[in-house]
């Protein structure tokens, strides 16, 4: 029913803007659909519970490693959609997909849906990776006669979890921490660099106090800004 009344919805505010519907404004009222379905739901990123956001506790080291498990992958998503840059996610996926691909005709379906949603110019999902990045995948791609091979994506993959990273990542740890706090989960995080920017100092702002832990505790871990941060 999701799918019938969300394309009820486009059919209606197609049926009265005409031409200004345009896809991308298309795409932004799709993911304005899903947040209000989602809170509606109870489905929604501010609603996880103490045991979810302990999990997730546990993924705040790299992005990488958050990226690779599918249950924090999915937290981190659903963060994306509020902030309206889902995109990035949802190419991150199909690359997934697209690097499991078993046979090359399957790659070739993948890469083709990956080409029309994520790199044309003209469709509502597009990254927004630098345009050398981009004419560089489809040069390649037309030397080899429009086929995909298993790299061909991944400069693009690249480029993209560096938009994550610099769009989403940080926003996303911030929230999860400061649900640990609300929801009073016992955690601390301290600082093992002397090198800091502004996101470390708002982090060191939001925990409870410094901890004395080593980075190999079993309920610890360390990000990219050099910090160990642990979890009860």
Not at 46 to 59: A, G, R
Not at 82 to 88: I, R, S, W
Request: glycine share 4%.
């Amino acid at each position: 029913w999701y799918g019938l009344l969300l394309q009820a919805f486009h059919d209606t505010i197609g049926e009265v803007t005409n031409d200004k519907y345009t896809p991308r404004t298309r795409f932004c009222m799709e993911q304005l659909y899903t947040v209000v379905m989602n809170i509606m739901l109870d489905n929604d990123f501010e609603s996880l519970s103490s045991e979810k956001i302990s999990l997730l506790l546990k993924s705040l080291g790299k992005l990488e490693d958050c990226l690779e498990e599918q249950e924090s992958r999915k937290y981190l998503e659903m963060y994306a959609k509020q902030q309206f840059c889902v995109e990035l996610m949802l190419f991150y996926q199909q690359w997934r997909r697209f690097k499991r691909a078993m046979s090359s005709k399957l790659r070739q379906q993948i890469g083709n849906e990956m080409l029309r949603k994520f790199i044309d110019e003209t469709s509502e999902c597009e990254i927004n990776i630098s345009w050398v990045t981009k004419n560089t995948m489809i040069e390649t791609l037309t030397m080899n006669n429009n086929q995909f091979t298993s790299d061909i994506y991944d400069e693009c993959v690249q480029e993209c979890i560096e938009l994550i990273r610099n769009n989403i990542w940080n926003g996303f740890k911030k929230s999860i921490l400061k649900m640990a706090v609300d929801a009073d989960i016992n955690y601390e995080i301290r600082k093992t660099k002397s090198k800091s920017n502004l996101m470390d100092t708002n982090l060191q702002l939001e925990m409870p106090q410094y901890s004395s832990q080593s980075a190999d505790t079993p309920n610890s871990y360390q990000d990219e800004q050099g910090y160990l941060g642990s979890y009860q």
